[in-house]
């Protein structure tokens, strides 16, 4: 808000002087800034320039009067210089907010939501010997009965207290993926299924798998693939080298000498499925798909390829919409991702009809 007195001459020519001064160095500079924080500074320097050149005189040149107004006018300039430089370095202006979604959106697909952890942590400890019980803010873990495995990768706690959200009370874990009791409990399923030592409610999780359900039609195969991705990331103190690694479920019908791949949605919809009942002696039939599994090695390092590619665009997509097209065409020279082959194969889960003969 500006406020002057419309009866006093001096008030109208000092503000005339400011707003002409104001659209000249908008003009040169392309930025809008406010008069430096100095109003004494201001009409002392612009008084004293209308007193020695008179109520007539050219008011674009009141600036170059005294030495206060050309001080004026030089640290004017100077903020205008530092916002184009503050614009120019974050490049707020230049993001393409649609651009920055597809990669943000992709990226929780992968991470999974906090119903996924949820999900995750109760079949975890249940699977592990716990009981649990469900709280209107999360769930309560009972650990007495639990495999001392899990119970001694919880902190050797009888009990534990999940919330869904933050604030979190006191000596109680959150459903997130970045809590201590969640990463711990991730961990202790992960390295139980590598560990062929361990059975039963110590080890939670299995590398392969055979289930008989009425959600597939024909005989289908999941497969958990780690993918890991050398990067080479462009910096302004020398490249950067960094190794991302991802895993993904991959699923097909046929042969694997002719797979059938199937889409996301089709994955997704098979991890949903439901055993329908028992299975007999599958031994010998998963030892021949098995044996079966190396064919599919170069149908998996294109998907490998296909997955560093993807990382590759992202960083090029962030990186320009983020510092506009010049800078971020620049930002990405030298960037080089390539995949790290073989792919590896974490687990095999084979899914047959009902109707099928075990």
């Not at 006093?8 to 406010?34: A, F, M, Q, T």
């Not at 916002?83 to 597809?102: M, Y």
């Not at 009809?353 to 075990?358: E, F, Q, R």
Request: charged residues 25%.
């Amino acid at each position: 808000m500006t406020i002057y007195g419309d009866d006093n001459g001096i008030d109208g020519i000092v503000l005339d002087v400011l707003l002409r001064k104001h659209e000249s160095i908008r003009r040169d500079l392309g930025i809008s800034v406010p008069v430096p924080p100095k109003s004494d500074q201001v009409l002392a320097a612009l008084l004293e320039g209308i007193l020695m050149r008179g109520k007539q005189g050219d008011q674009m040149e009141l600036f170059s009067l005294t030495t206060e107004a050309e001080q004026l006018e030089t640290e004017w300039r100077s903020s205008a210089e530092q916002e184009r430089a503050s614009r120019s370095r974050f490049a707020q202006n230049a993001v393409r907010p649609e651009e920055v979604q597809k990669v943000v959106d992709a990226a929780r697909r992968s991470l999974g939501d906090p119903a996924d952890v949820e999900n995750f942590i109760l079949a975890a400890l249940e699977e592990t010997g716990a009981h649990t019980q469900a709280t209107p803010v999360g769930l309560v873990a009972e650990l007495a009965t639990a495999a001392p495995g899990i119970r001694n990768a919880l902190g050797g706690r009888s009990s534990v207290q999940f919330v869904r959200d933050f604030p979190a009370p006191h000596n109680t874990a959150v459903l997130v993926r970045t809590d201590p009791m969640v990463t711990a409990a991730a961990q202790y399923v992960l390295n139980s299924a590598l560990d062929e030592q361990l059975d039963g409610k110590e080890r939670p999780a299995r590398r392969c798998g055979f289930i008989r359900t009425n959600d597939v039609d024909a005989l289908t195969v999941a497969l958990l693939i780690r993918f890991r991705t050398k990067l080479v990331l462009p910096a302004r103190l020398g490249d950067r080298t960094d190794m991302a690694e991802e895993a993904r479920v991959l699923a097909f019908q046929g042969s694997p000498t002719n797979p059938v791949w199937l889409d996301e949605a089709a994955v997704e919809t098979l991890l949903a499925s439901r055993p329908g009942g028992n299975v007999g002696d599958v031994t010998e039939k998963m030892d021949n798909i098995l044996k079966a599994i190396p064919l599919l090695q170069d149908a998996l390092n294109q998907k490998a390829t296909t997955v560093a590619e993807e990382i590759r665009d992202a960083h090029r997509e962030v990186r320009i919409s983020a510092r506009g097209d010049r800078a971020g065409q620049l930002g990405i020279r030298g960037l080089a991702v390539e995949p790290n082959l073989p792919a590896d194969i974490l687990g095999v889960y084979v899914y047959t009809p009902m109707g099928a003969a075990s």
